[in-house]
């Protein structure tokens, strides 16, 4: 077999660092597209199987006065307004209630939701009952709440359905 000259590496160092960059942005690429990928089913998919997994918490009665803290679009609003046999109402929702033809109802509270948004409220919420998702602080939430002597049970967490993986309590007031 003949032998092939060796005309050597060119640039070795300038090949070093090319390699050295460029592979380690191409496995953060991968990870930034499969995350992005993952929350992209989540927002158009997960989020409803996620909204019903946490309104099946509530032993709704009908008649529940509740808010959605962080209501965002009115997913779990409206999710809980379809609940009651009086709707709920919030400014930032309008057209998704009157689309989905739920009314309003002023005053307190008996149940608060809350997805992806109550690690950046600083004070706990005070109700009879909270169905709480997170992912992050919910070991805190619970603990502040725990300490106000709500009962805490434990879900999840959810890694198949959700992104990024979230946790959920429910805490409920004591009788």
């Known amino acids: 077999?003949?032998?092939?000259?060796?005309?050597?590496?060119?640039?070795?160092?300038?090949?070093?660092?090319?390699?050295?960059?460029?592979?380690?942005?191409?496995?953060?690429?991968?990870?930034?597209?499969l995350e992005g990928v993952l929350m992209f089913i989540?927002?158009?998919?997960?989020?409803?199987?996620h909204r019903d997994r946490m309104l099946a918490q509530v032993p709704w009665t009908g008649g529940e006065r509740v808010?959605?803290?962080?209501?965002?679009?009115?997913?779990?609003?409206i999710g809980a307004a379809k609940r009651l046999t009086t709707g709920n109402a919030a400014e930032r929702t309008r057209a998704n209630i009157q689309m989905e033809d739920?009314?309003?109802?002023?005053?307190s509270f008996d149940v608060v939701?809350?997805?992806?948004?109550i690690h950046n409220i600083p004070k706990q919420p005070g109700c009879g009952m909270a169905v709480i998702s997170d992912y992050k602080l919910t070991k805190k939430y619970a603990a502040l709440l725990a300490g106000e002597e709500?009962?805490?049970?434990?879900?999840?967490?959810?890694?198949?359905?959700?992104f990024p993986p979230l946790k959920m309590f429910v805490a409920r007031k004591p009788s």
Not at 44 to 49: E, I, P, S, V
Not at 102 to 107: A, F, I, M, N, R
């Open 1 to 33: 077999m003949p032998k092939r000259p060796d005309y050597g590496i060119d640039a070795p160092g300038v090949l070093i660092i090319l390699l050295s960059i460029g592979v380690p942005v191409m496995i953060a690429a991968g990870i930034f597209l």
């Open 42 to 49: 989540y927002v158009k998919w997960g989020k409803f199987r």
């Open 67 to 77: 808010l959605d803290v962080g209501t965002g679009r009115g997913l779990l609003l």
């Open 102 to 107: 739920v009314g309003g109802k002023d005053g």
């Open 113 to 117: 939701l809350s997805n992806l948004c």
């Open 150 to 162: 709500f009962a805490i049970e434990w879900r999840g967490p959810f890694w198949r359905d959700t």
